[in-house]
Structures are given as structure tokens and as C-alpha cells.
């Protein structure tokens, strides 16, 4: 009877624009208004993005649409949120993100099993323009070989 992975919101332009070396999970510190207004399914995480700030996980630019039935206690749209990892896990990030000129991104923002605001980070390096180039001629490629197997099949 436990509760599934309910999906928020997905960064799909992520997968496009970089190469995901590492994917990480962490928590996220959250007001209740937040946590309301993300069940609803109110967030773009579309330009946001991770730095190390004074040794704690800050996401920056997370949009979170104010809670409709919230008061004057509603939170900041787009305030920076903390994110939740071990320390060894964050020194770990600092490290990788400061010598090879890596970025952490968020990919996905999901509620979990027990209920628990999560966000899926991808440590990435951007692509240039003729990578995101090959990797549409290779989808297209895969995309004739495909429909080449149907017709094949069909006959």
C-alpha cells in the first residue's frame, strides 16, 4: 500500500543541452506553502541550477509558483533553497564542480515512497553546438534503422 514516485516536474532540456556525467539525490528544504504548491505540480526547474555556498547545497532560480490558498505567509517564488546531502557528499560535489568545470543541474523535483520532497542533481558538462548536432543525426539514424525493421517486417 506504499505510494508511488509522483514526478513534479522534469528538466528535458537538460539531456539536450549537456553531457550527464553523475546523477545524485537530494532533499530539499521547503516551507509549507512550497510543499503544497508542489503537489499541485507548480514548479519550473527549466534554468535553475546548484552551487556550494559556505559548505550547504543552495539551488538557485527553482521557480514554485505561490500556493493559491496561502495568506500573507506565501514564500518567494524563486528564493534559493537549500538542499539536503551528507557533508562528505557536498565536499565531494565542491570538489568536481571546482577543478573540471562541471555544473550541477537539477533534472527532475519528485515527492518519493514516504512522501518526501526530492530533486534528482546531474553533475554535467555542456555541449557545443556540433555535439547536439551528432546526437540528432544518431536519433535519426535510429529512428530509419527502426522504421526500416517495420517495413521489413510488415512484408
Known amino acids: 500500500m506504499g505510494r508511488q514516485v509522483k514526478v513534479v516536474t522534469d528538466n528535458r ?3 539536450h543541452d549537456y553531457f550527464i556525467e553523475e546523477t545524485y539525490e537530494a532533499g530539499i528544504a521547503l516551507t509549507g506553502t512550497e510543499v503544497k504548491s508542489l ?3 507548480r514548479a519550473n526547474i527549466k534554468d535553475s541550477y546548484a552551487r556550494v555556498e559556505n559548505g550547504e547545497l ?3 532560480d527553482m521557480h514554485i509558483s505561490p500556493y493559491e490558498q496561502g495568506n500573507r505567509f506565501n514564500h518567494e517564488p524563486r528564493r534559493p533553497r537549500r538542499l539536503l546531502m551528507h557533508r562528505y557528499e557536498i565536499q565531494r560535489l565542491y570538489g568536481k564542480v571546482r577543478e573540471k568545470g562541471l555544473t550541477l543541474i537539477p533534472l527532475k523535483v519528485y515527492f518519493n515512497e ?3 520532497a526530492k530533486v534528482e542533481l546531474a553533475l ?3 555541449k557545443r553546438l556540433y555535439d547536439k ?3 540528432i543525426a544518431a536519433r535519426d539514424a ?3 534503422i527502426a522504421r ?3 517495413e521489413r517486417q510488415k512484408v
Open 13 to 15: 532540456r537538460a539531456r
Open 133 to 135: 548536432r551528432e546526437d
Open 124 to 126: 554535467v558538462k555542456g
Open 114 to 116: 514516504r512522501g518526501l
Open 39 to 41: 503537489r499541485n505540480g
Open 142 to 144: 535510429q529512428r530509419e
Open 148 to 150: 526500416a525493421l517495420r
Open 58 to 60: 543552495i539551488l538557485h
